[in-house]
């Protein structure tokens, strides 16, 4: 079975620091692909980011970027000089090919609570 | 643009009552998902359909119903509600299925069973 774990529950940083989000994902599933959602306070998820297994080159937009390693099955999120408006909880998600499902789907690790102080 | 509407935002049932979450798309996507989420735990999938007429169990189906007679509406229903079933309800709908391409969620409806 497929699996996702962030091991950080929460974090808390001053504005303009640089912080990175762990994430390492768990799957037999040769073709499956990585997300990066963001749940503000105001409880809705945003997408940010979308990465399939055949794509390690890192990304980088604006203060975001991302590094996919899978030699050690992680996709981590780093956020450059972080403002308060960054503060939310930060979903990492799988979506692959279930062995004993025999279906394809999504599966969000627990999130990590991102704190931005002033 | 509308995107995935739920209704109601907040409900508090008894337990035992029941109630219908409404959901609607506006994007013509044929595939649509809903997901709880439980306090400091990510998403878990309930129910998910991959068109007009076809639904399939997720993780949590259990005490939950789902109908998709439309394209765009994908209502989940709970039968004698239980305080395990105190949540925060998303559902969510893409273009292609299982995640292949990113799911627009809708803001979410807080469920509470006393």
């Known amino acids: 079975a497929q699996k996702v774990t962030q091991a950080q529950t929460e974090i808390s940083v001053v504005e303009k620091e640089d912080v990175t989000l762990d994430c390492v994902y768990e799957?037999?599933?040769?073709?499956?692909?990585l997300f990066w959602y963001k749940q503000p306070p105001s409880g809705e998820l945003v997408f940010l980011i979308r990465?399939?297994?055949?794509?390690?080159q890192n990304e980088i937009s604006g203060r975001y970027s991302w590094n996919f390693q899978k030699s050690t099955s992680s996709f981590n999120f780093t956020i450059t000089a972080s403002q308060v408006v960054d503060s939310a909880v930060y979903f990492c998600?799988?979506?692959?090919?279930?062995?004993?499902?025999?279906?394809?789907?999504?599966?969000f690790g627990s999130g990590t609570r991102l704190q931005v102080q002033p | 643009n509308a995107g995935v509407t739920q209704t109601p935002k907040f409900r508090i049932l008894k337990i035992g009552q029941s109630m219908t979450l409404q959901c609607t798309q506006d994007?013509?996507?044929?595939?649509m998902y809903w997901y709880r989420q439980d306090p400091g735990m990510g998403l878990k999938l309930i129910y998910y359909?991959?068109?007009?007429?076809?639904?399939d169990k997720g993780e949590v189906p259990n005490g939950y119903n789902v109908s998709r007679s439309t394209t765009e509406d994908f209502p989940l229903r709970l039968e004698l509600a239980a305080p395990s079933q105190t949540s925060v309800y998303f559902c969510?709908?893409?273009?292609?299925?299982?995640?292949?391409?990113?799911?627009?969620f809708g803001q979410g409806t807080r469920l509470t069973v006393v």
């Open positions: 969510a709908s893409s273009p292609t299925t299982g995640g292949t391409t990113e799911a627009f």
């Open positions: 799957t037999r599933d040769t073709t499956y692909y």
């Open positions: 990465r399939n297994s055949f794509d390690e």
């Open positions: 998600a799988l979506s692959a090919w279930g062995m004993d499902t025999g279906r394809r789907a999504l599966t």
């Open positions: 994007m013509n996507h044929n595939y």
């Open positions: 359909s991959v068109g007009a007429g076809i639904t």
